[in-house]
């Protein structure tokens, strides 16, 4: 069975200031690690996807992330937010074998603040 | 190329009532999925399949069916529906080293 953690239910930050968001995850197997951005009242939107090889990952927006195998974790970070990336944002793995399905974190609504 | 399509994107029940959402895709994927997103809990997975003719349950299944006769269509079925079942609806694909692709989403309210 798989698990994701996203450590905060929310993060308050000032514009133009850095953010990290956490992503902790479990897993027996290999994994595929990904981040999604939901704004209100929308779907579900890639940010960024590790599959294998390079452990950061960039993505769009100005986002990235790492990979830590050792840690288990999958932090997405961007080192200058603005007002618009204010939106709900999910962290998500899986695998090739069992489900091949999505597991999710409850996710980390970003508030960006002028 | 159209991705993944629900249908439809509101919906209003009666406590009891029985209805299909409907979810389509046109990029021959193997894997499908449905969640359920609630506030607070993420989208948690309801029923999934990784073939035609091949579904199973999910972390949430009571009181949803689903089929997949073909690869592209994979519907959710609500036996009788209850308040408890309040809560938007997403449908996924993805193939092996391909992300998921996800439906816009459908808003179901059971009164």
């Known amino acids: 069975a798989q698990s994701v953690t996203q450590l905060d239910s929310q993060v308050p930050v000032f514009e133009e200031a850095p953010v990290e968001l956490r992503c902790n995850y479990s897993?027996?197997?290999?994994?595929?690690l990904f981040w999604y951005v939901q704004y209100p009242n929308q779907g579900l939107q890639l940010l960024l996807k590790?599959?294998?090889?390079?452990?950061l990952v960039k993505g769009i927006n100005g986002f990235e992330a790492e990979f830590n195998k050792s840690q288990t974790s999958f932090h997405l970070r961007k080192p200058s937010v603005h007002i618009s990336d204010t939106a709900e944002y999910f962290c998500?793995?899986?695998?090739?074998?069992?489900?091949?399905?999505?597991?999710f974190g409850s996710g980390t609504r970003l508030q960006v603040q002028p | 190329n159209a991705g993944v399509t629900q249908t439809p994107k509101f919906q209003v029940l009666k406590t009891g009532q029985s209805m299909t959402l409907q979810c389509a895709q046109d990029?021959?994927?193997?894997?499908m999925s449905w969640y359920r997103q609630d506030p607070g809990m993420g989208l948690r997975l309801i029923h999934y399949?990784?073939?035609?003719?091949?579904?199973d349950q999910g972390e949430v299944p009571n009181g949803y069916n689903v089929s997949r006769s073909t690869t592209e269509d994979f519907p959710l079925r609500l036996l009788s529906a209850a308040p408890s079942q309040t809560s938007v609806y997403f449908c996924?694909?993805?193939?092996?080293?391909?992300?998921?692709?996800f439906g816009q989403g459908t808003r179901l309210t059971v009164v």
């Open positions: 399949s990784v073939g035609a003719g091949i579904t």
């Open positions: 897993s027996s197997v290999s994994v595929y």
């Open positions: 996924a694909s993805r193939s092996r080293t391909v992300e998921a692709f």
């Open positions: 990029m021959n994927h193997e894997y």
């Open positions: 998500a793995v899986t695998s090739d074998t069992g489900r091949r399905a999505l597991t």
């Open positions: 590790y599959l294998s090889g390079s452990t």
